[in-house]
């Protein structure tokens, strides 16, 4: 077996960047450090990122300065990462393993074409609340993240040493036993949630208590249910079901990060969500009315503010 995990780079300093930064920093704040470019980078190193009231100097690097790391977690938006693959072209060594905790289901695809699948391990993230605003970021519920090989019968070696640094951080995970199902639950869970929430305004209590918010939800993640059946992918009705389960603790008070973008007139993944599920419905032969309308109403919400990436 590798040594154990020593050097952590984190490309994407946003809700979850910052969250995981912290908790890796009070562990060892020699272990990690953010790679960010342009102005982002120089207000990284000046201003820090501020986590449950909490400010973090995490050691920031230009792409020019990365050097490898053992493990380097992508935490960008969907629209960002062919930029980001090019900018953490230097923190990928020969040892180096990225984990992306992206939304969507086709990041560790586009990595892995740049880097090789042999250096990706698929992730996400389920349950965490985190809100940001500027460079401040507070969660109550951690969550957990949910990472692996595709298939996970047994632990490989890189998932073993990934666990271990978790474990020695404090940072809740699960090895599922097939990754590939847990992506499209999450991404049917993305679909559902991010996007009614942001055309509805409702945070989590809301998307609790609203029969109408509840509705579009539920009618959205059928769509996505029904392609990944003809897509040979193992999600159904149950898996609504589970995804209830997982918003019952959520802070009522908290907000999907679509939400959060609409409201700070940033660009949403809508793309990724809403226009993905309608092309995707196109060739799998599934129509996909309800997306078509939550695509077409958040664009028009994002013309409106004015939405830059």
Same mark, same amino acid.
């Given at each position: 077996?590798?040594?154990?995990?020593?050097?952590?780079?984190?490309?994407? !300093?946003?809700?979850?960047?910052?969250?995981?930064?912290?908790?890796?920093?009070?562990?060892?704040?020699?272990?990690?450090?953010?790679?960010? !470019?342009?102005?982002?980078?120089?207000?990284?190193?000046?201003?820090?990122?501020?986590?449950?009231?909490?400010?973090?100097?995490?050691?920031?690097?230009?792409?020019?300065?990365?050097?490898?790391?053992?493990?380097?977690?992508? !935490?960008?938006?969907?629209?960002?990462?062919?930029?980001?693959?090019?900018?953490?072209?230097?923190?990928?060594?020969?040892?180096?393993?990225?984990?992306?905790?992206?939304?969507?289901?086709?990041?560790?695809?586009?990595?892995?074409?740049?880097?090789?699948?042999? +250096?990706?391990?698929?992730?996400?993230?389920?349950?965490?609340?985190?809100?940001?605003?500027?460079?401040?970021?507070?969660?109550?519920?951690?969550?957990?993240?949910?990472?692996?090989?595709?298939?996970?019968?047994?632990?490989?070696?890189?998932?073993?040493?990934?666990?271990?640094?978790?474990?020695?951080?404090?940072?809740?995970?699960?090895?599922?036993?097939?990754?590939?199902?847990?992506?499209?639950?999450?991404?049917?869970?993305?679909?559902?949630?991010?996007?009614?929430?942001?055309?509805?305004?409702?945070?989590?209590?809301?998307? +609790?208590s609203s029969?109408?918010a509840r509705?579009?939800?539920?009618?959205?993640?059928?769509?996505?249910?029904?392609?990944?059946?003809?897509?040979?992918?193992?999600?159904?009705?149950?898996?609504?079901?589970?995804?209830?389960?997982v918003l019952?603790?959520?802070?009522?008070?908290?907000?999907?990060?679509?939400?959060?973008?609409?409201?700070?007139?940033?660009?949403?993944?809508?793309?990724?969500?809403?226009?993905?599920?309608?092309?995707?419905?196109?060739?799998?032969?599934?129509?996909?009315?309800?997306?078509?309308?939550?695509?077409?109403?958040?664009?028009?919400?994002?013309?409106?503010?004015?939405?830059?990436?």
């Amino acid at each position: 077996m590798k040594p154990s995990i020593e050097k952590v780079a984190i490309i994407g !300093a946003g809700a979850l960047g910052a969250a995981y930064g912290s908790i890796l920093y009070d562990m060892d704040p020699r272990c990690v450090s953010f790679i960010a !470019a342009g102005p982002r980078c120089e207000n990284l190193k000046r201003d820090g990122v501020v986590v449950n009231g909490k400010r973090y100097g995490i050691t920031v690097e230009s792409p020019g300065e990365a050097s490898p790391a053992d493990l380097l977690i992508v !935490a960008v938006k969907h629209h960002h990462l062919d930029q980001a693959i090019g900018e953490m072209k230097r923190a990928v060594g020969p040892e180096t393993t990225i984990l992306s905790v992206m939304n969507g289901i086709d990041s560790e695809e586009r990595i892995g074409a740049v880097y090789g699948m042999d +250096k990706v391990v698929y992730g996400l993230t389920l349950g965490i609340d985190a809100v940001r605003e500027g460079n401040s970021v507070n969660y109550k519920n951690q969550g957990r993240i949910l990472f692996g090989e595709a298939k996970n019968p047994a632990m490989t070696d890189r998932v073993r040493r990934i666990k271990d640094l978790f474990d020695r951080a404090g940072i809740a995970c699960v090895i599922p036993p097939d990754m590939i199902r847990s992506l499209w639950f999450k991404y049917m869970v993305n679909v559902g949630a991010n996007q009614v929430s942001a055309v509805l305004r409702a945070n989590y209590g809301t998307l +609790k208590s609203s029969h109408e918010a509840r509705e579009l939800m539920d009618s959205a993640m059928r769509e996505v249910i029904a392609i990944a059946r003809a897509m040979k992918v193992d999600l159904g009705e149950k898996d609504i079901e589970e995804w209830y389960k997982v918003l019952e603790p959520l802070n009522p008070e908290g907000k999907t990060s679509m939400f959060q973008d609409v409201e700070a007139g940033r660009k949403t993944e809508v793309e990724m969500f809403a226009g993905n599920v309608i092309e995707l419905g196109r060739r799998c032969g599934v129509a996909t009315p309800v997306n078509r309308r939550l695509f077409d109403e958040l664009k028009r919400i994002e013309a409106a503010s004015g939405a830059k990436a």
